[in-house]
């Protein structure tokens, strides 16, 4: 397998769980966590055939009362409206 450097922007606080899981476990460098994070990615996409989100979600099925999705579903609409209107 090959290496290559490449270049990536993250979120300030992702960093800094980086850096803290990387102090822990002694290493120098970012790219064994990423590497292993992006495997574990991709290899659980394979191993389910869908995005892991996808499969939370359908496991959640259910789970709400008839009252309770109507709520969540007004609650979702008017989040909806109001989408950027501040």
């Known amino acids: 397998m090959g290496i290559m450097r490449t270049t990536i922007e993250i979120p300030r606080a992702l960093r800094q769980k980086l850096v803290g899981e990387a102090s822990r476990r002694n290493i120098k460098g970012y790219s064994a966590i990423i ?5 574990f990615f991709f290899d659980s996409k394979e191993r389910t055939g869908e995005p ?30 109001n989408w950027r209107k501040k």
């Not at 590497?35 to 495997?39: R, V």
């Not at 939370?56 to 979702?76: D, F, P, Q, T």
């Open 35 to 39: 590497t292993e994070a992006l495997e």
């Open 52 to 81: 892991g989100r996808k499969k939370i979600v359908n496991s959640l099925a259910g789970s709400l009362s008839a009252g309770e999705y109507n709520e969540e579903m007004k609650r979702i609409k008017s989040a909806r409206q």
